[in-house]
């Protein structure tokens, strides 16, 4: 893709790349190499670590409760991909046409929601779903859906789901932010003449704007995989990983096995499997973004 | 002519139900920070014994209570010392890698990627003790710069990846054009590339300044001073260990949240200035 | 534009520098680095300040550095500070963590203090170390004590036309069932932090079944299991709870203070709790709930070994000494340690309402602390049972408390929930 007569030296890229590099070396990447050193270890906090090569990882092999949580991370990361990107995308456009009155308030009060800390937003959506007083209940009951009155929280089977929602109405605005920016990169002129063609609507943002932010819109789906593979304060402060084990995701686990059984060695492998786990969700993605981008 | 009636009225009812739509979303966007500042002004009593209700006769004293006794307007000028140093060198760097990666083609290109994507996917809680561990090594626990360094990383990941695929997008004419010119490299990036990049980089800047702002684990082991610590480890001086003040937390919580809502509502125009001052055509 | 960029950068360092010079310590002091939980508006920290500056005012050329974090923080910052080595010369330790900080040699013993100040040593509560004492070794002082009790609404029982609290399990269970009729909920519980029902519940109806003999046995490895009767007993003591309604629907997605809110409200006639929750209901239940609060031990459970008039109770928090302390700081960290959690310390903590370690001096309750009067009057002459989780291990708190919230919505059986603590007792013995 590049001119060679535009390319500066190698040596030079180095040296441009280098403080960054450094930075990132030093406070992610050696802490990063410390852990997965460790993770070979049986160590609890004291001056000895046991070496035990790959002990750690075979009993992460067959340890259910990291597996189910991965299970529940996977659900969590289905439906925050569709509702975050795909609610992020449907209202970029949307402020992006001109149907809609008072843009600059919406986009203003959606990003409001993530800047509110976990701990309000946890508690105001265990308000929500309060089975006597919250919101949700009551409405349903005036719309005459009792019959869809459910114990949203102390449900297992649903506790997830009920999870996932505030997480995706939290962080509209945080995609909208990276979408809007890129939408506002395309050439409006091929928006303007796509319409006088006659592609209006959905077919627009289909046929012409999907392709032309696709970069920006793999990056938005990697940040929401690993984003929600990490997602710990939301379900911590809503339910702790229960009723039981039912809500646990990898993130809860990890701390719960390094934090509080002050098993480091293990926790690190935990910490390890996630980031493996990640990068083949996110290499898989990838993989898809691509090969539907071939058919075209 | 019924017809084009008929689409024209099913166009408008479309119209009408999108902006009901919207509105609706974007209240119930509104009602969260509403809730929070209203129940910042209700007495311990009253937030006990009912959550929803406003506030009898608003108690401001909350504020004074909070800011004093949460330390908060050290905290708080300690949070804009940090997360404006970092933010700045964070975007500056993130623009470089992001350019530099998604233009040339070198050795080790796809590692740097893969470098920078990796220390985005592990939990911070496993990274605690090997970053303690390192900072004391280099004598660089409690300081003023201790915070700067890892939130300037921590940044970078996805500055660097939206810088990247933002550039990607813009015409290598562009540069092409430039270099016939007789722009050299630098000059490229700073005259020709950094002005088109006004609306990703300020993307960058918001959405790192937010998770800077907020960063707590970090804060919480690598600093020990009163006079180094950050808002939000000022705001958990509010929760004892049996029972939360929740009425003085999320006073604290509402100043915390200022800044970023100024943040946003400032870089947040340079985001839809769009491509006005870099004028692609073709 | 980058110019601009570099400037500012520039000069906020400049600023930064120049706020940065460190205080200097002057010659002939002696600091203490101290870390602590002590957050603002607790009685505890009352009683912390008042003895602190009474000690700071003795002892001019001792300079205090305390670093304040809330709890659940400071669980996380003691671990990274105790795995590099770091740690302060004094720090706030929970019972949970010190078996432990103790067998990684992070602690220093702290007999010879108590051996020294004999007096002193004499004012603790009995049992109060007990958290913290490992192969007769004494690791932190205990500065705070915990208890639990049943609170209830005397309206709500003259109303179902119950007379008087029940004394036994079976009785219990009735009262629950009439309560439930008459459209109370019997007992609310806010269990979504999944501590609640172990801690508040479990621990003392766990002794009233068991006794103490088979505690001692499962803390010291020496034989009994928790799928012997005397656990599985109290499982299905609560089960039978469950069966009959007595919990609210939305138990295990409230909190604490949610519990307290629909106690307080008069909607629930009963709600188990700490004594965190005295000082919350004398200060925000609203007068014509507040003056029927009344308090109950958890009644016997039949055929169960243990003290029907015992509560749980234990002190979850002490103050360590770091193993590496300095020789030269000894003397005056003992100093420390006996004048500032002393009795006044104690007698202060309890005019705020709150339990203490230590025996107190005289002190008044204020008329309106209804509730913690009402405590202090129930809590004497009874005997503490340990807590669950004051003692035993984070794994098996772990597996217990996720197995009871599932216990409370009927999703496992007591014996099915007996038998994963019990493999996991086990798996922790290897």
Known sequence: MASSYLQPKTRKIYAILLPGIL?????????????????????????????????????????????????????????????????????????????????????????????????????????????????????????????????????????????????????????????????????????????????????????????????????????????NMKTFDQIYVMTGGGPGTSSMVVAIYAYQVSMERMDYGYGSCVAIGILILSLLLILLSKVAGKGRNSDD | MINEKLVKGTRICGRTIINIALWLLSITCIFPIVWMIYSSLKTQKEFAIDIISLPQKPAFSNYVQAITEGNLGTYFMNSVYYTVISVLIAVILSFVIGYILSRFKFRGRTFIYYFFLAGMLIPIYALLIPIFLEFKAFGLLNKRITLILPYIAFALPVGVFLVESYVKAIPWEMEEAACIDGCRFGQTMSRIILPMCQPVLSTTAILSFLNTWNEFPLALVLIRSNRLKTMPLGVTNFVGTYTVNYPLMFAALSISALPVIIVYLLFYSKVMNGMVSGAVKG | MRKVFLILICMISIIGMVFAGGAGESSGQTTLTVLDAFVPSEGVTYAWRDSLGKFEEAHPDVVIDEETISNADLTIKVQTLGAADELPDLFALKGQMAENFAKN???????????????????????????????????????????????????????????????????????????????????????????????????????????????????????????????????????????????????????????????????????????????????????????????????????????????????????????????????????????????????????????????????????????????????????????????????????????????????????????????QYEKEAL
């Not at chain 1, 050696?30 to 852990?35: G, M, T």
């Not at chain 1, 929500?128 to 009792?146: M, T, W």
């Not at chain 1, 006659?198 to 990056?219: D, E, F, S």
């Not at chain 3, 007992?187 to 002794?207: F, H």
Request: charged letters at 20%; proline letters at 4%; one cysteine or more.
């Open chain 1, 23 to 227: 930075i990132y070396l030093l406070c992610c990447f050696v802490p990063l190499l410390f852990a997965f050193f460790y993770s070979f270890f049986n160590w609890n906090g004291g001056g000895q670590k046991e070496f035990i090569g790959l002990g750690n990882y075979a009993q992460l092999l067959s340890d259910r409760m990291f597996w189910d949580a991965f299970i529940n991370n996977i659900v969590f990361i289905i439906w925050t991909v569709i509702g975050q990107i795909g609610i992020a995308l449907v209202v970029a456009m949307l402020l992006m046409s001109k149907y809609v009155k008072c843009k600059t308030f919406h986009r203003t009060v959606l990003f409001f929601p993530v800047v509110l800390s976990a701990v309000v937003v946890g508690f105001l959506w265990r308000i929500i779903y309060n089975k006597d007083y919250g919101f949700l209940n009551l409405f349903l009951n005036f719309i005459g859906k009792e019959e869809w009155i459910k114990p949203w929280l102390d449900d297992p089977d649903l506790v997830i789901t009920s999870l996932a929602i505030p997480k995706i109405w939290q962080y509209i605005g945080y995609y909208l932010v990276i979408l809007l920016a890129a939408i506002n990169s395309i050439d409006m002129s091929i928006l303007d003449s796509a319409e006088i063609d006659g592609a209006v609507g959905w077919k627009k943002t289909v046929y012409i704007v999907m392709p032309l932010i696709r970069n920006t819109l793999i990056v938005t789906v990697m940040l929401c995989i690993s984003g």
């Open chain 3, 105 to 423: 040699g992070k602690l220093m013993p702290l007999n010879e203090y108590l051996e020294m100040y004999p007096e002193w040593a004499a004012d603790f509560k009995e049992g109060v170390f007990s958290n913290f004492t490992f192969d007769g070794n004494i690791y932190a002082i205990p500065y705070q004590v915990t208890n639990t009790c049943v609170f209830y609404n005397q309206a709500i029982f003259d109303e179902a036309g119950i007379e008087s609290f029940p004394t036994t399990w079976d009785e219990f269970v009735e009262v629950c069932k009439t309560l439930k009729d008459k459209g109370y909920t019997p007992i609310v519980l806010g269990n979504k932090d999944k501590w609640n029902a172990e801690s508040v519940i479990m621990s003392t109806l766990g002794n009233r079944v068991s006794g103490n003999e088979w505690y001692e046995s499962i803390r010291n490895r020496t034989g009994a299991k928790f799928t012997d009767p005397e656990f599985v007993g109290a499982l299905e003591a609560l089960s039978q709870l469950v069966e009959v309604g007595a919990f609210n629907s939305d138990v295990n997605s409230i909190d604490d203070a949610q519990q307290l809110q629909v106690f307080m409200n008069g909607q629930a006639a009963m709600t188990i709790d700490g004594t965190w929750a005295v000082t919350t209901i004398d200060q925000s239940c609203p007068e014509e709930v507040l003056k029927n609060v009344r308090l109950a031990a958890l009644p016997a459970v039949e055929g169960g070994k243990g003290d029907p008039n015992a509560i749980s109770g234990g002190s979850g928090w002490g103050m360590a000494v770091n193993a590496d302390l300095p020789e030269e700081k000894k003397a005056i960290v003992g100093e420390f340690l006996h004048e500032v959690f002393d009795r006044g310390f104690a007698t202060v903590m309890a005019s705020y309402g709150n339990p203490t370690a230590m025996v107190t001096d005289e002190f008044t309750l204020d008329e309106s602390q209804l509730v913690a009067r009402a405590f202090d009057d129930f809590q004497s002459g009874r005997a503490y049972v340990p807590v669950y989780d004051h003692q035993l291990s984070s794994g098996l708190m772990q597996v217990m408390q996720s197995g009871l919230q599932e216990l409370l919505i009927g999703t496992i059986t007591p014996e099915q929930l007996a038998a994963d603590i019990q493999a």
